[in-house]
């Protein structure tokens, strides 16, 4: 897991870029406890296909890399230059670091020859966007979703508790209040 001296790397890794690229939606990197307590939820003995949208400087991608079996595939899917760059640092057979926006979730998985995830992991800011954004962007995670598959966000507000319930069948939602700022954690499925 993440050590201190790393949480503390990536807030100032943050915080920098944080004032120069007005789509990150933090200040501060993801709190441990967040980390902890999603990465709990995947079971490690059999292969997965992840997507992490928007991972910043690679909170939950450290973690889940120490998680996940030797089979499995992170995908990273990274608008900010300065952030994918560095992530593509993080050297392993698992990973897939892509410079791109979420909304071309379909096609860089489609490029990448993914017809399916068993999770995809969001912390981007949803209310950064339009409605109808949000929605296309919702309907294309729950298409690329496998039949259990899982879409988990972590948001700073309840607003998207509602049009999850539009696109999902099962919307799970709770609080980390383990967090500066306290997070809304959802947890989405199609069946």
Not at 10 to 36: E, Q
Not at 74 to 85: D, G, K, P, T, Y
Not at 127 to 138: E, H
Request: proline share 7%; charged share 30%.
């Amino acid at each position: 897991m993440t050590t201190r001296r790393q949480a503390r790397e990536n807030d100032v890794f943050m915080f920098r870029r944080f004032f120069r690229d007005h789509g990150i939606a933090s200040v501060k990197a993801t709190s441990t406890y967040l980390v902890r307590r999603i990465c709990r939820r995947i079971d490690p003995t059999r292969p997965r296909v992840i997507v992490e949208l928007g991972p910043g400087p690679g909170c939950f991608t450290r973690a889940l890399l120490e998680r996940l079996s030797p089979d499995s595939i992170l995908v990273l899917i990274e608008a900010n230059s300065e952030f994918a760059a560095d992530l593509r640092k993080l050297r392993d057979p698992r990973l897939r670091v892509i410079q791109g926006n979420a909304q071309n979730l379909r096609e860089i998985l489609a490029r990448d020859g993914i017809p399916e995830v068993d999770l995809v992991l969001s912390g981007i800011p949803f209310s950064f966007y339009p409605d109808v954004a949000n929605l296309k962007l919702l309907k294309d995670i729950r298409s690329v979703l496998g039949p259990d598959g899982v879409f988990v966000a972590y948001q700073a507000t309840a607003r998207l508790e509602k049009p999850l319930k539009r696109v999902f069948l099962r919307v799970r939602v709770e609080w980390e209040l383990f967090h500066i700022p306290p997070l809304v954690v959802f947890e989405a499925r199609a069946a």
